[in-house]
Nanobody, 115 residues
Framework: QVQLVESGGGLVQPGGSLRLSCAAS????????MGWYRQAPGKQRELVAA???????NYADAVKGRFTMSRDNAKNTVYLQMNSLKPEDTAVYYC?????????WGQGTQVTVSS
């Protein structure tokens, strides 16, 4: 019911910044709970950030203070601003949308932090 397309990934040096975008289509975007996940090679997929039902945001301890998630309902888009990037942030980043028990995933965008 919802299609998600991530973009904005790439190669960045340690300490640099990237902004990931997730464009949604196919349903009413504002009804969905949105989150960002990432998966590094050989590791399980982990939650990076999510927007809570009360309007706040939750972040993984590893990214707290460096990453900021936001959404623009008018554009059907969510963002992940990533600052002070570290090599351990290297992963494929996935956008996630949840409505009740339905969950949707984007194709992922690669983020590589390396000098």
């Amino acid at each position: 019911q919802v299609q998600l397309v991530e973009s904005g990934g790439g190669l960045v040096q340690p300490g640099g910044s990237l902004r990931l975008s997730c464009a949604a289509s196919g349903s009413i975007f504002s009804l969905y709970v949105m989150g960002w996940y990432r998966q590094a090679p050989g590791k399980q997929r982990e939650l990076v950030a999510a927007l809570t039902s009360d309007g706040g945001s939750n972040y993984a301890d590893a990214v707290k203070g460096r990453f900021t998630m936001s959404r623009d309902n008018a554009k059907n888009t969510v963002y992940l601003q990533m600052n002070s990037l570290k090599p351990e942030d290297t992963a494929v980043y996935y956008c996630n949308a949840v409505f009740t028990k339905d969950a949707y995933w984007g194709q992922g965008t690669q983020v590589t932090v390396s000098s």
